[in-house]
């Protein structure tokens, strides 16, 4: 069974960083991974795209965090990570990793998501 599991939320102040991971298991021989991403949502609002990265490393960001995160990914490892800095009250949400990942055998692609991490920013 395929798994998302993120880390490395927190509570922090404003202008801190934090490091987000999420770790990807059971994919196997059998499915590819293709585009990662880092989604957010607070409290009343829907879920927005923070960042995503394909599979060759081109990388998207929200005008929102453009110039605070990095989105990166260790496809060697199955790993994806979040680096913000900057951090904004308007940063806290729960995040959540996403991946888009491929049936080697039939090439039908399926959405998974991780139960999301908390990141709480304090003024």
């Known amino acids: 069974q395929v798994q998302l599991v993120e880390s490395g939320g927190g509570l922090v102040q404003a202008g801190e960083s934090l490091r987000l991971s999420c770790g990807a298991s059971g994919i196997g021989f059998s499915r590819r991974i293709n585009a990662m991403g880092w989604y957010r949502q607070a409290p009343g609002k829907q879920r927005d795209l923070v960042a995503d990265i394909s599979s060759s490393g081109s990388t998207n960001y929200a005008d929102s965090v453009k110039g605070r995160f990095t989105i990166s990914r260790d496809n060697a490892k199955d790993t994806l990570h979040l680096q913000m800095d900057s951090l904004k009250p308007e940063d806290t949400a729960v995040y959540y990793c996403?991946?888009?990942?491929?049936?080697?055998?039939?090439?039908?692609?399926?959405?998974?998501w991780g139960r999301g991490t908390q990141v709480t920013v304090s003024s």
């Open positions: 996403h991946a888009d990942i491929e049936n080697a055998g039939t090439s039908r692609r399926y959405a998974y």
